[in-house]
């Protein structure tokens, strides 16, 4: 039982390059959260999805669009890196009350 | 809006002595609360919720959060710290301004035991 998988761990982007970070749930899940950690700011919500073929801006969307392809999979696009975007990204899924986390990716914008 | 303030960026605590890690809160609905913990690059993992019920709530690795309504504290506690249980501490509440679809995290409280 994976849990939530993100993928990649670890990118280095240089200013203006384009990327996307996968996740995937294997707990069926309805609700599925991309937040990215700042130091001192805890986690703030980007995007989160409360059902498959449906998306809601969080927090902090601007810069960032998203994906939920099927009930599993709910992705994260950076159109165009900028230094701003430096930060931890988690993917997140929730059935009922609790939230269940991925192992984070760290993105370095150059 | 819902909002959490966790007061302390760090906490620190001698091994064997008990600890307390402070949250307070805010919500407009029901208060849905949560803890989450984060160890060195790694995810967060659940903790304890309280959704209802006894205002002592019991969760994983011996931690337990006292629910306290009136003065909207849900402070995290542990009898006897370990070296082990450093590590990053989040207080979270679901927001109910989006039907409860999310949650509103806390900054983050440091947690340093030391031998």
């Known amino acids: 039982n994976a849990g939530v998988t993100q993928t990649p761990k670890f990118q280095v982007l240089k200013t203006g390059q384009s990327m996307t970070l996968q996740c995937a749930q294997d707990?069926?899940?309805?609700?599925m959260y991309w937040y990215r950690q700042d130091p001192g700011m805890g986690l703030r919500l980007i995007y989160y999805?409360?059902?498959?073929?449906?998306?809601d801006k969080g927090e902090v969307p601007n810069g960032y669009n998203v994906s939920r392809l099927n009930k599993r999979e709910f992705s994260l696009r950076l159109e165009s890196a900028a230094p701003s975007q430096t930060s931890v990204y988690f993917c997140?899924?929730?059935?009922?009350?609790?939230?269940?986390f991925g192992q984070g990716t760290r993105l370095t914008v150059v | 809006a819902q909002s959490v303030a966790q007061p302390e960026d760090q906490v620190n605590v001698a091994e064997g002595n008990p600890l307390t890690v402070k949250c307070t809160y805010s919500?407009?609905?029901?208060?849905?609360l949560f803890w989450y913990v984060q160890y060195p690059n790694r995810g967060l993992q659940f903790l304890l919720k309280?959704?209802?019920?006894?205002?002592l709530v019991k969760g994983s690795y011996g931690f337990e959060a006292e629910f306290n309504k009136s003065q909207t504290s849900f402070h995290l506690k542990k009898p006897s710290a370990l070296v082990s249980d450093s590590a990053l501490y989040f207080c979270?509440?679901?927001?109910?301004?989006?039907?409860?679809?999310?949650?509103?995290f806390g900054p983050g409280t440091r947690l340093s035991v030391l031998p």
């Open positions: 997140a899924s929730r059935m009922n009350t609790e939230a269940f």
């Open positions: 707990m069926n899940h309805n609700s």
């Open positions: 999805s409360a059902s498959e073929g449906t998306t």
């Open positions: 919500v407009s609905g029901n208060p849905y």
């Open positions: 309280y959704i209802t019920g006894d205002n």
């Open positions: 979270a509440v679901r927001d109910w301004d989006n039907y409860g679809q999310n949650f509103v």
